[in-house]
């Protein structure tokens, strides 16, 4: 039901109010095997397609042995890791530096709790695409909510009805995210994708099946 997104990952680190040496923001790095950007590409390929890049391209299996547990010939492998290579460079964009992402996060998390809309238009791309998973067993809205200015907008509704909802920044999928606690309990992980400077791809995972990770 819905909308699908990979599992969250936590990152064991929340960052620190303010910028100071043992920022564990300094610490976050970039891993582009988990990010959600690059799980989210992954996931739109085909079963062959990704097992054919994975094992190839990520573990180095040379095309005769992928060929072996694919079921298909070195030729057919190569075809498809340049299928997989393919639409990883369409979706792929410039990578903001961490402590960019850092900041915009951190402005972020501010405008939403401020119910500033204006700030929110800001900070997020014209364009951008925000995407809940519920798993059909908690609330989320079915279908990927379009352009920033509805998404400010959803948000501040959002915040406004939820008045519990308490935010704390954290390191998701190795980048700067959010989590959204209420009663002390986490309730949705919200992961971004920054390009240019402003939010492209807000992910918000409310599937408490794909949360335990962040709850246990």
């Not at 364009?127 to 400010?152: C, N, R």
Request: charged share 25%.
């Amino acid at each position: 039901m819905g909308e699908w997104i990979p599992e969250p990952l936590p990152g064991g680190t929340e960052w620190a109010s303010s910028r100071t040496p043992s920022d564990p923001a300094d610490r976050i790095t970039l891993d582009e095997s988990i990010n959600m950007a690059f799980l989210v590409v992954l996931e739109s390929m085909t079963p062959a397609e990704r097992v054919t890049f994975v094992l190839h391209d990520v573990f180095r299996y040379p095309f005769k042995e992928v060929a072996e547990i694919v079921g298909r010939t070195p030729a057919a492998c190569r075809q498809l890791a340049t299928s997989a290579r393919r639409r990883i460079r369409a979706a792929d964009a410039p990578v903001t530096p961490t402590a960019q992402q850092v900041g915009i996060v951190r402005d972020f998390k501010q405008a939403w709790e401020a119910k500033d809309i204006g700030a929110l238009i800001g900070l997020l791309d014209p364009d951008a695409t925000s995407i809940a998973d519920g798993g059909g067993l908690v609330q989320a809205f079915l279908q990927p909510i379009e352009g920033g200015e509805t998404i400010a907008r959803f948000l501040v509704d959002l915040a406004e009805r939820a008045g519990d909802l308490e935010l704390a920044e954290s390191t998701v999928n190795g980048q700067p995210g959010l989590i959204g606690r209420q009663n002390g309990v986490t309730v949705t992980v919200f992961a971004f994708d920054i390009v240019d400077n402003r939010v492209k791809h807000l992910w918000a995972i409310r599937n408490p099946e794909k949360l335990r990770p962040w709850t246990e």
